[in-house]
Structures are given as C-alpha cells and as structure tokens.
C-alpha cells in the first residue's frame, strides 16, 4: 500500500500546482476536513480507497490509487477537490507525515519564485490569470498554456513506461481542460483550440521520436482521438454565433493549421481531413482561402517536398478548388495523383453528399475506381481490405443510386472483388442479373448453403437453369470430401436438382447426370448406399 500511495502522491503534483490559487485552496480545505477528523469508513483495496467525508453534505469518495485523475466524489466535482484532498491526507497519515507533505507541497512555490526560471515552465506559470486563475481570452495565451502543459506533464516523462504515460496524458488533458470558460460558446471554442493544439505538439512528438516504438504507439492513439474530437468540435463552433472576439482566434488558426500538412509521421491521413474539415467549417473566408490556395500551389511549385508531404498538398489544393467552385482544376489535379490517393476520397465524396451536391462527386467516383484494385493489392491485408471496400460502398452507392448511374456502382463492386463479394452479391440479385449472379458465387467458392434458400427459390421461379450450376458445383465439393454426413448432403442436392429438372421437363438430363455420378463414384460404397436408400438409383 505504501509504494501504490506514494505513487498516487507523485500524480497529485503533477495535478496541483501551489502557485494556482484553486489548487492551493483544495489542499487547504482537504487538511481542514481531514483535521477535524471528518472522514471516517475508510477501506482501502488493491486498487481504490473509498471513504465517506461529513462535509455540509455528506460525500463518498473514491480514490484510484494507479489514476489519481480517475479518482471520484459524489459532490460532483470534475477536477480533484477537497473531499479527495481529505481522504488522500487521512491515508497518508498511516505512512507519513501530513504536516510535512503539505509543507514540501507549498515549498515548491517558494523555491520556484527563489530561483531563476527553467527553460520549460509550469503550465500555471504562463498562465493569463488575475486572483480567480481564469485564463486570458486571446489564442496566444490558450495556446501558451496548452503547450507549456503539454510540455511539462507529457514530453518531460517519456522515459516513463507506456502505462505510466497513459495516466500523464490523462493527467494533462484534465489540467487543460478545467481551464475551459464557462460561456457556452467560448467553452466550444476552448475545446476545439486545446484538441487542435494538442494534436499538433502530439504529431511533432511523434516526429521527433520516431524510433521510440513503445512511446510513440501511446501518441498515435491519442493523436487518433483527438483528430476524431476535432470533427465534432469544428462543426460544434461552426453551428454557434460568431461574436468579433472570436476573429482573432480564427486568424490563429489559420496560421497553424498549415502546419497539419507538413512532415512524415504515418499520420497523414488524419491530419489532411483535419485540415480539410477546419477549412470547410471555420476557416470560410474567401480571401483567405485563396491566399491558402496561392501557398500551397506555390509550395507545389517549388518542387522540394517529400513525396508523402507533396500527396498532402495536393490534396489540401484540390480541397481549396473544390471549395471555390473550381471542380475543373480540381479533377486535373487529382487525375495527377497515384492510388494512394484513394483513402482521401472518402472526405469529399460524403461531403458533397451531406451538401447533396452529389453531381459534382463523378470525377471523384472515377478516379476510385480506376484505382482502388490496385490499391487494395497493395494492402496485402484481407481485414484491412474488406473494411476498406465496406466503408466506400455506402457514398459510392449513394452517388449512383442518386444519379442513376448502376453501371458505375457494378464497376466498383467489380474492381474490389473478392473484398466486395456481398455487396456486389446483393446488388447484382437486386438488379436481377441472375445469371452473373450465380456465376459469382461459383467464381468465389461460396458454398450453396450459405446463399440463402429464400434467393434460390426466387431464381429458381424465375429460370430453373440458372440455379443449376450452384448444384452442380455443390454436389461435386461435398462428393470430394469422402465422408457419410457429406454423401448425405450430396444426395440433398441431387434430389433438388430433380424438382428443378422437373419443372424443366428435361428429366432425361437428370436420369444421365445420376448415371454419371454413379459411376464415376463406383469405389466410394457409402456414397452409392446413400443413392440407393434415396431411391436416386436402383440395383
């Protein structure tokens, strides 16, 4: 227990800061109710203490001793407050001096203001505060803070192990986030500026410590899900008014969102839909969209960009074009890139159908399906693949079902085969084309019971020869497995067939197909029982 407390006592310093006037607040307030001997049923497990503390309110707290971050109260609060201050002191107290914990805790403000300041400061040091410790409403100052955080919290612990860095970003992302202001609309607007910045101190992380694989796994995860959060919030700030304050932040912005398309991280393709979504939601400024455009086409011009940066600008010109209206240019320039830049269609091909501007996407459906067979090849991973095919399938069948355009949607099934099977299945049994219908199931190996006896029964009213191939192919396969359960399986099939030819009229075909399979299985014994008890064939 004593090593799991002082290790929760390390987290809370990194949690509290005794130059914030909230946080000094919380441990004096805690140290008064600890004091007063106001926590009582304290149990401690493995892993959690809890215990109630007689407040005005009586509460029940909770502490992680593995995430102090994690630790809860049922006064409500989202940060670290006085009532988990009180339970920490009160478990404290078995192994160490209290007195002497919030003595070295106050200490900390004290040395600091006595020595010269370090290159990397506290996140609370750069702070924008008057006594109440509210941040300043500039971009500069929520930026400053955000990076100082990130810096002291995050990048000064790298040497720690993967699970250790997980509780410091978590650690981080509270400290950040209990700064937000109370206005709904400034709140949105703090949400959005802290995930943006931190995604782009994540990604230069990242790059900076490519070959550390185990550290750099816990940043791609975060930089994952806060380029996840920043679709949400961009629309969130997009959807709210805009007062005047707001234009200075917007400016912000869009100085560093140019950063987003720079550098090799493997993280690309996140970091150019963030781009694109901040341009599409925020950054609606015609001449500022020209004047990102005139960049990054003379960026392009330049013809000093590494292959994977040069994909990323092209693709944040084409998005600057599409955004103008410029849909000609845009295609040119698209037709000019490889199949790696299929990934990136999905962004405009939903967007334009969210805009139901759905005409402009052809150049878009084209490119994709000139490219993505090739593509897929190269993935060289089937889960990979299928997840692929699964997630385009819906745009690209949106836009052809919209515009009419059925060739196009059996094109692309057709290109992503075999990782398109059920889709290109459904459609083709949709648009009764049952003949290439049943030639697909044969051509993938789909066993007939899989198919569905509801789809059989259909095809089969419509044209009984066309099925015939499906059982054909299946009573040779369960034939080649030379066991009693598939002969039995097999003489199944051979009695459907014989409704199907019945219906047909052609009963001799089948008389001399059961001949045949008689006797080309003469040395399979049980096979010929199974005939013969099915009364297919006699003695």
């Not at 550290?215 to 919030?233: N, Q």
């Not at 994977?308 to 693709?315: K, M, N, P």
Request: with cysteine; glycine share 2%; net charge neutral.
């Amino acid at each position: 227990m004593s090593t799991d407390l002082m290790f929760f006592a390390g987290q809370l310093e990194d949690l509290l800061n005794p130059k914030v006037p909230e946080d000094l607040s919380i441990v004096q307030k805690g140290l008064v109710l600890y004091r007063q001997t106001l926590v009582s049923d304290k149990h401690a497990t493995d892993d959690f203490i809890t215990a109630k503390v007689q407040d005005v309110v009586p509460v029940e707290v909770k502490l992680d001793k593995f995430s102090a971050s994690l630790s809860t109260c049922s006064c409500g609060s989202d940060f670290f407050c006085r009532h988990r201050m009180a339970v920490f002191f009160s478990a404290y107290s078995e192994l160490g001096s209290v007195s002497e914990w919030v003595l070295r805790f106050r200490g900390r403000n004290i040395a600091a203001n006595s020595k010269t300041p370090l290159p990397i400061q506290r996140a609370s040091d750069i702070m924008k505060t008057k006594t109440n410790g509210v941040l300043e409403k500039s971009y500069p100052a929520w930026k400053e803070f955000i990076t100082s955080a990130f810096r002291e919290v995050i990048e000064s612990n790298l040497q720690l192990p993967s699970y250790l860095l997980d509780e410091k970003i978590r650690t981080y992302l509270q400290k950040v986030r209990a700064k937000a202001p109370m206005e709904r609309e400034w709140k949105n607007l703090y949400s959005f500026v802290a995930d943006f910045t931190t995604l782009l101190l994540t990604v230069e992380l990242i790059r900076n410590n490519i070959a550390k694989t185990a550290v750099i796994r816990v940043f791609y995860s975060l930089a994952d899900d806060l380029a996840e959060d920043l679709h949400a919030s961009v629309q969130h700030v997009s959807r709210q008014a805009r007062p005047f304050a707001f234009d200075p932040f917007f400016e912000g912005i869009r100085e560093d969102v140019a950063g987003l398309l720079d550098g090799m991280d493997a993280f690309e393709y996140e970091k150019t839909d963030v781009y694109r979504a901040i341009w599409s939601f925020l950054l609606t400024n015609s001449a500022w969209r020209k004047a990102e455009l005139e960049r990054v086409q003379e960026k392009l011009s330049a013809r000093s960009l590494h292959h994977i940066e040069e994909t990323s600008y092209r693709i944040a010109a084409i998005h600057l074009f599409m955004l103008s209206g410029r849909d000609e240019e845009a295609a040119a320039l698209l037709n000019r890139l490889d199949k790696n830049a299929c990934p990136y269609l999905y962004y405009w091909l939903k967007r334009l159908s969210d805009l139901e501007a759905d005409q402009r996407a052809a150049p878009l459906i084209e490119f994709l399906n000139a490219n993505i067979r090739s593509f897929l090849k190269e993935l060289s991973d089937y889960y990979k693949a299928t997840d692929f095919v699964r997630t385009f399938s819906g745009p690209v069948s949106n836009y052809c079902y919209k515009m009419k355009r059925m060739d196009v949607l059996e094109k692309f099934f057709r290109e992503c085969l075999p990782y398109s099977y059920w889709n290109y299945a459904n459609f083709l049994f949709e648009q009764e084309h049952y003949k290439k219908w049943v030639e697909m199931h044969i051509y993938s190996d789909i066993s007939i019971d899989v198919i569905g006896t509801e789809n059989l029964k259909k095809v089969a009213a419509h044209d009984p020869a066309l099925v015939l191939p499906l059982y054909y192919h299946a009573v040779q396969y369960t034939i080649s497995q030379k066991n009693r359960p598939a002969y039995k399986q097999a003489v199944r099939y051979l009695k459907r067939m014989r409704t199907l030819y019945k219906k047909m009229k052609d009963e001799e075909t089948f008389n001399e197909y059961v001949e045949y399979i008689k006797e080309s299985t003469k040395r399979l014994r049980a096979f010929q029982e199974e005939l013969q008890r099915s009364k297919l064939i006699h003695d």
